[in-house]
């Protein structure tokens, strides 16, 4: 019987093109087993500012099924308008340097990094200096992956947006999420007191990270005490703006970092632009962010770790083929803290 030909995903590695392992996207889709698969795929190539990382771990989040789905259809003008430009949609990465550019100082093969890519889904990155840095190292390379873009919303929504300072008072909605457990730790390690919004299976780990008060939102209305805050950082929440600025104090902050809604066009940031637009004509300060992925915030978050102030929560690990079933879990919305994808060493 004739062997069938292989395809060009399937090729076996030639001297001339050297393959990995990757995760592939070909289309948009909502349902990750549907849209998700892994493939033989050529390694990336570097130029002469950049680094080629062999990744040992990733991990998702929301913004990742964001770019997997291409809702809201906000996201497309990065994303890719008609369909993905990117073979995956892999964001944070954890592993060791295996080449670096020509024009590439402070980095050299075998050092271990973690920080964020384009693909991050596959055996190999090709990463710029500029995101990524060297790796905590008390962490392993699981738990550094869950890092990147999750601890670093965190830490912007924390100091630099909500300006939580010591003694004020803080409320968090979405804290068990994986951004949540982040800006649990830093509104705690400011000292301010902290209020967390979660479900009741989640309630004693978000304590334990910890929240001085924690609210299940399955039982009461989080907003509907008598007490006021100082900080509102608002990660996973639909609350119509009315409601969160009464909760806040006349000069408080609020600081929307998400929130999601099925609106295929805006997906819930609409809050965020009207949160924009009122904050000039109001004493309370309503805003929001895109977060900025640089390597002198993680190395900020590095010194943190290493301070044993900040520290991941990892809910489960699952290998790269595996991806799919990772995603699908975060939308089932058991998840406390984050989920790690792990690539074996060669």
């Excluded at 849209?35 to 913004?63: F, K, M, Q, Y």
């Excluded at 006349?250 to 924009?276: C, H, K, Y």
């Amino acid at each position: 019987m004739n062997e069938p030909t292989p395809t060009a995903d399937e090729t076996s590695e030639t001297s001339e093109t050297r393959t990995m392992t990757s995760v592939v996207q070909e289309r948009y889709g909502a349902e990750p087993e549907a849209v998700l698969r892994t493939a033989r795929r050529a390694r990336p190539g570097i130029g002469p500012g950049e680094v080629l990382v062999r990744v040992r771990a990733s991990s998702v989040d929301r913004g990742t099924w964001h770019m997997m789905a291409g809702l809201p259809y906000a996201v497309r003008p990065v994303s890719g308008l008609r369909g993905p430009k990117l073979p995956n949609p892999g964001r944070n990465i954890a592993g060791v340097v295996e080449a670096v550019g020509s024009d590439v100082t402070g980095f050299a093969p075998g050092d271990e990094v973690y920080g964020t890519a384009v693909a991050a889904f596959a055996d190999y990155v090709a990463a710029r200096p500029d995101r990524i840095a060297p790796k905590p190292a008390g962490l392993t390379f699981e738990e550094a992956a869950t890092v990147p873009v999750s601890a670093l919303t965190s830490l912007q929504a924390v100091r630099d947006k909500g300006k939580v300072e010591k003694g004020q008072q803080v409320l968090i909605t979405g804290a068990a999420g994986g951004v949540g457990t982040f800006a649990v730790q830093l509104a705690h390690a400011a000292g301010a007191r902290v209020t967390a919004v979660a479900s009741t299976p989640k309630v004693d780990a978000v304590r334990a990270l910890g929240a001085d008060d924690v609210i299940d939102y399955t039982r009461e209305d989080f907003l509907a005490g008598p007490r006021r805050y100082d900080v509102i950082i608002d990660i996973a929440g639909n609350r119509g703006l009315r409601d969160l600025r009464r909760a806040l104090t006349p000069r408080g902050r609020l600081v929307i970092t998400g929130g999601e809604t099925n609106g295929a066009w805006l997906g819930g940031t609409d809050r965020q632009l009207r949160a924009m637009l009122l904050s000039p004509f109001t004493g309370q300060h309503l805003g929001t962010f895109i977060a900025s992925e640089h390597a002198d915030g993680l190395r900020d978050l590095t010194a943190l770790i290493d301070a044993g102030t900040l520290s991941p929560l990892v809910h489960r690990v699952y290998p790269l083929a595996e991806t799919a079933a990772a995603i699908r879990c975060l939308l089932d919305g058991h998840v406390i803290g984050k989920l790690a994808l792990t690539l074996p060493a060669e």
